[in-house]
């Protein structure tokens, strides 16, 4: 589907575009204290989650209503906009009466089509940004089709932000980030802009800053952070609540990246370089190309003397001798186990194939 999206406000998306703001607006005087706070910053957008979306029944569930009379008195008292995530087609109606600035879509809806439709349903019409969550799983797929389904009903003015995926286990991340699908959003929708939400990904406040550097490292073009005036008794994300201060404070020393530079030496060493890579690339295939050609070989000869494809003790050998070898070249164990597995993986359907065609032979004689 072929997309072409509209800056969220005005012209052009300012850069670094930031939203700030508790994860739940939990009291009219708590609210308007963290507004105050930041409205002489930097922060465009002021964010509060009103219906909040929870794991388990008895934690607090939001304010509801109410609390949208308070962001629109942030909005008067402070000039900064105001967002607040929206589940379903209520939440729009309710939002939109209260002249809500921004709506997001969290990460537990957009899994949910039907939740999704409903919303862009109750949209339809109505030129207001949303900004769209990935979804908790690490799936593509699911979160472009979440942002097509708004672009259908008609809404340009769209956003994502990346809040990091669940997972089973032990991490530093309360949601792993697994870059390499937002960098793939990136690719298929590039002028889509990109936010990280910072504290959803760590759930801890140490290491909020390392993250949104790594973020603007990426190229991102803002970031959604929760901000909490006690965040010690914040009624929900407790833990990965911070101040304004310090908040103010972290962002300053982040460094903001550019995608491409004027200067002539800057763009002639960068494309030697370039040049280098390429070149890497290419040997890089011929040789994989010309391991494959040994790989159908042995298929071949493999078939002749019936003997399996499949070879663990073999496989075993490879893969440990690889990641020795590789580890000399600086390259970690992790990623050389997971290069050679896909090569592995492919060579077995490489000689999958071989057998499949020689029985044809054999059972047409
Ligand atoms: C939130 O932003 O407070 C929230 C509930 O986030 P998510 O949908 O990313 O879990
Ligand atoms: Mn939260």
Not at 217 to 244: C, R, Y
């Amino acid at each position: 589907m072929e997309m072409q999206f509209k800056p969220l406000f005005g012209e052009k998306l300012s850069r670094p575009f930031l939203i700030a703001g508790p994860c739940s607006a939990e009291t009219e005087d708590q609210v308007m204290n963290i507004a105050h706070a930041l409205k002489d910053s930097q922060v465009d957008v002021f964010r509060a989650g009103i219906w909040k979306p929870r794991t388990r029944p008895n934690s607090f569930e939001g304010v509801g209503v109410e609390g949208l009379a308070w962001l629109r008195r942030v909005k008067e008292e402070t000039g900064m906009k105001v967002c607040t995530e929206v589940a379903n087609k209520q939440h729009v109606y309710e939002a939109l009466k209260y002249g809500v600035d921004v709506l997001w879509i969290g990460a537990r809806t957009t899994v949910n089509p039907f939740s999704v439709q409903e919303i862009a349903d109750a949209i339809e019409g109505v030129d207001i940004p949303v900004m769209v969550k990935n979804p908790i799983n690490p799936d593509l797929a699911l979160w472009m089709g979440a942002i097509e389904r708004l672009y259908k009903a008609g809404l340009h003015r769209i956003a994502a932000i990346h809040r990091g995926f669940s997972f089973f286990g032990e991490s530093k991340y309360r949601n792993v980030p697994r870059w390499q699908i937002p960098i793939d959003l990136m690719r298929r929708f590039p002028d889509l802009p990109i936010i990280c939400d910072n504290s959803h990904i760590c759930g801890r406040r140490d290491i909020l800053s390392e993250v949104a550097q790594q973020a603007f490292d990426l190229n991102f073009d803002g970031l959604m952070t929760e901000v909490h005036n006690d965040p010690d008794q914040a009624w929900s994300d407790a833990k990965q609540q911070i101040t304004p201060a310090t908040y103010l404070n972290e962002v300053k020393d982040l460094v903001l990246r550019e995608v491409g530079s004027s200067s002539p030496v800057y763009n002639e060493n960068i494309d030697q370089l370039r040049e280098q890579i390429d070149g890497l690339d290419h040997e890089l295939l011929e040789l994989l190309g010309k391991r494959m050609g040994v790989v159908e070989e042995i298929g071949k000869y493999k078939k002749r003397n019936n003997i399996s494809i499949l070879q663990p003790a073999r496989w075993s050998d490879i893969l440990d001798k690889s990641v020795k070898d590789g580890e000399k070249q600086g390259l970690s164990a992790e990623f050389i186990a997971k290069l050679f597995k896909a090569v592995h993986q492919e060579s077995i359907a490489h000689q999958m194939e071989i057998m499949k065609q020689v029985e044809k032979e054999a059972s047409m004689k």
